[in-house]
């Protein structure tokens, strides 16, 4: 049975630590966000109140001085972490502070500034050499639950059968959670912009969407905005996914 992967976050400061951890979980991650190297430790070594393995260490280097590396060897010699890969995310540094980070024990180095989805295709590329047994993407919104790469989705446990077009629809509007689309924005995500399919075919897959969602009278997850478009969830909090990492869109 698939299961989620589980990424220790390291970001001393709090915004950029939880945009960070909101987008992440977005992508169907376990998040452990941690402030303090100590505390990385703590986690790693089972702390009571953060029981579960760690299958990728995420470290941003931001601070001066050889905080990081510290972490790297400090992780490298604990028998329940030696092989955990560890990813590290730095502004540009001189090529023997990278080597250093190597040889200190980081599998990775991705240089700020940097898109989110480059982010997500080194670590995806690392948890797929190293936790195979690791199930697909999973983004879980409102009781709505899809598993991006299995083609699954759930509501509020129960299988739901899409078809291909409602599939489509609506990871685009989960994957754009708490945010309005036009009509016309979900046509093209879905169709293609040189698509000949109208509008109005929007509304009407809209609605068996709903009607297939929205089972034994649960609530409706999907929001109707007059005159614009539509919604999945709630408004969602500050750090969103388009949030920008050192000036670059994510």
């Given at each position: 049975?698939?299961?989620?992967?589980?990424?220790?976050?390291?970001?001393?400061?709090?915004?950029?630590?939880?945009?960070?951890?909101?987008?992440?979980?977005?992508?169907?991650?376990?998040?452990?966000?941690?402030?303090?190297?100590?505390?990385?430790?703590?986690?790693?070594?089972?702390?009571?109140?953060?029981?579960?393995?760690?299958?990728?260490?995420?470290?941003?280097?931001?601070?001066?001085?050889?905080?990081?590396?510290?972490?790297?060897?400090?992780?490298?010699?604990?028998?329940?972490?030696?092989?955990?890969?560890?990813?590290?995310?730095?502004?540009?540094?001189?090529?023997?502070?990278?080597?250093?980070?190597?040889?200190?024990?980081?599998?990775?180095?991705?240089?700020?500034?940097?898109?989110?989805?480059?982010?997500?295709?080194?670590?995806?590329?690392?948890?797929?050499?190293?936790?195979?047994?690791i199930g697909g993407r999973v983004i879980r919104i409102s009781g709505v639950e899809m598993d991006?790469?299995?083609?699954?989705?759930?509501?509020?446990?129960?299988?739901?059968?899409?078809?291909?077009?409602?599939?489509?629809?609506?990871?685009?509007?989960?994957?754009?959670?708490?945010?309005?689309?036009?009509?016309?924005?979900?046509?093209?995500?879905?169709?293609?912009?040189?698509?000949?399919?109208?509008?109005?075919?929007?509304?009407?897959?809209?609605?068996?969407?709903?009607?297939?969602?929205?089972?034994?009278?649960?609530?409706?997850?999907?929001?109707?905005?007059?005159?614009?478009?539509?919604?999945?969830?709630?408004?969602?909090?500050?750090?969103?996914?388009?949030?920008?990492?050192?000036?670059?869109?994510?």
């Amino acid at each position: 049975m698939s299961r989620k992967a589980t990424i220790l976050l390291y970001e001393s400061n709090t915004t950029i630590r939880r945009m960070m951890q909101f987008n992440l979980e977005m992508e169907g991650f376990a998040v452990a966000g941690v402030a303090a190297a100590d505390d990385v430790a703590l986690r790693l070594n089972g702390a009571p109140h953060e029981a579960g393995a760690v299958d990728l260490i995420l470290l941003n280097w931001t601070d001066p001085g050889e905080s990081c590396l510290d972490i790297c060897k400090s992780v490298r010699r604990m028998p329940a972490a030696v092989s955990t890969p560890i990813v590290v995310i730095s502004p540009p540094r001189e090529e023997r502070d990278r080597l250093n980070a190597y040889e200190a024990g980081a599998d990775d180095f991705v240089l700020a500034p940097y898109s989110l989805p480059e982010l997500l295709a080194r670590i995806r590329a690392i948890l797929r050499r190293t936790s195979p047994e690791i199930g697909g993407r999973v983004i879980r919104i409102s009781g709505v639950e899809m598993d991006i790469d299995n083609g699954l989705v759930k509501r509020d446990g129960s299988d739901i059968r899409l078809s291909l077009i409602e599939f489509k629809i609506l990871r685009y509007l989960m994957e754009n959670a708490g945010k309005v689309r036009t009509r016309e924005q979900i046509r093209n995500a879905v169709w293609g912009r040189e698509s000949p399919v109208e509008i109005r075919a929007v509304d009407v897959r809209i609605t068996r969407l709903r009607r297939r969602l929205n089972i034994d009278t649960r609530p409706d997850v999907i929001r109707t905005v007059r005159s614009v478009g539509y919604a999945l969830g709630e408004q969602q909090p500050r750090f969103r996914a388009e949030a920008k990492y050192d000036g670059v869109e994510a």
